[in-house]
């Protein structure tokens, strides 16, 4: 858990949101190094002019949080 905490605030320090964060995409190493992979639902979260708002449809249902299922604005 301290290793996912980690590489989400390395993330979000660099302005990326993963959005799509589940234990398939949590690799472990050989010596319990984690790295998170799969990026391909990942934006940055400094919008340049003309760009849209963040989409609802984003992580694996079974995935998701609360503020996705009830509408609401995310971010990291």
Known sequence: MHQILKGLTYLHKLDIVHRDIKPEN?????KNDLKICDFGFARL???EKG?????DYVATRWYRPP?????GEYGK
């Open 26 to 30: 949590l690799l472990v190493s050989s």
């Open 45 to 47: 979260t400094r919008k």
């Open 51 to 55: 760009e849209q708002d963040f989409t």
């Open 67 to 71: 503020e996705l299922l009830v509408g």
